[in-house]
């Protein structure tokens, strides 16, 4: 089995791990309702994508 020749510092590992974040999530405002929703994603509020009824809501 394959064993690291040298140990890894704690600086090269720090600086590789770096890349490992997390990013906000990107929101846009509903034209209708005027919610922030995500985009390209049907409306949870009202089941809408692009103006158009796509989930119809349980009453």
């Not at 510092?9 to 974040?21: A, P």
Request: zero cysteines; aromatic letters at 6%.
């Amino acid at each position: 089995m394959a064993v690291p020749f040298r140990r890894t510092g704690k600086t090269r590992k720090r600086k590789r791990r770096t890349h490992y974040k997390l990013q906000k999530p990107t929101l846009v405002v509903d034209k209708n309702t005027g919610d922030f929703v995500m985009p390209h994603r049907v409306n949870p509020m009202t089941g809408e994508y692009k103006g158009k009824v796509v989930v119809a809501e349980d009453e």
